[in-house]
Nanobody, 125 residues
Framework: VWLEESGGGLVQAGDSLRLSCADS????????ISWFRQAPGSELEFVAA????????YYGDSVKGRVTVSGNSVANTVYLQMSSLKTEDTALYFC???????????????????WGQGTQVTVSS
């Protein structure tokens, strides 16, 4: 079981970027797939989540309105589309898969068992 992120890079403030999370399993078999990020010296921060069986989405306050999470069950990939990027969006971005246990607090990274290695996003001013 693995998750693999891609799509990170160096962009300028105001640019857009789409991150991908490829899943070795059928993503339709997952309960939820979420994105977290970690800036240097900071804790993991919740970015977005999609609950696969009903399509509910959740967003962190700092990115709401600027990111969209979606999935492609044929490609077994979940995407994080980010726009109007800011320098404070600079971080290592991870995707994580969780079971029904995450539903009680989908923003809590401790509840997720399966993680990718991360993809770096750097936003320059």
């Amino acid at each position: 079981v693995w998750l693999e992120e891609s799509g990170g890079g160096l962009v300028q403030a105001g640019d857009s970027l789409r991150l991908s999370c490829a899943d070795s399993r059928q993503i339709a078999s997952r309960f939820a797939i979420s994105w977290f990020r970690q800036a240097p010296g900071s804790e993991l921060e919740f970015v977005a989540a999609v609950v696969w069986n009903d399509g509910r989405t959740y967003y962190g306050d700092s990115v709401k309105g600027r990111v969209t999470v979606s999935g492609n069950s044929v490609a077994n990939t979940v995407y994080l589309q980010m726009s109007s990027l800011k320098t404070e969006d600079t971080a290592l971005y991870f995707c994580a898969a969780g079971s029904e246990l995450v539903l009680s607090n989908i923003r809590d990274w401790h509840r997720y068992l399966h993680w990718g290695q991360g993809t770096q996003v750097t936003v320059s001013s």
